[in-house]
């Protein structure tokens, strides 16, 4: 693309099916777990920061993307942040309609967000 071209939109729906298919690439998870290593990248000597191992448990995943699959599939109400992640209101595209954001005029942040 020329200068000023305007890059792709990218819906939720795309990002689920690119995450389903890179997923799909994994080995499975197995009873043994899975060794994580988390890598600062900009670090040129490798930036290994922490490793440890974790045990897959689909009924503990399962319980916790459901609310945020009911959510994003419209067949639940999106829900307010908890108080210490009220940041969050800024990225939201609820906040016009949400009952805790209550700001104090039109540019105000989430500062003014009521407890």
Not at 83 to 109: A, G, I, L, M, T
């Amino acid at each position: 693309g020329g200068q000023g071209a305007t890059p792709p939109t990218i819906t939720l729906d795309d990002l689920v099916r690119v995450l389903h298919q890179s997923l799909a690439w994994l080995p499975p998870a197995g009873d043994n777990g899975h060794r994580l290593e988390y890598i600062y990248q900009q670090d040129p000597t490798g930036g290994f920061l922490l490793e440890e191992e974790v045990v897959f448990d689909s009924s503990w995943l399962r319980e916790r993307l459901q609310p945020a699959l009911a959510v994003w599939t419209g067949r639940a109400a999106p829900q307010p942040c908890a108080s210490n992640e009220r940041y969050k209101c800024n990225y939201c595209d609820f906040k016009s309609q949400c009952k805790v954001y209550k700001p104090s005029h039109p540019d105000s942040n989430p500062a003014t967000v009521a407890e």
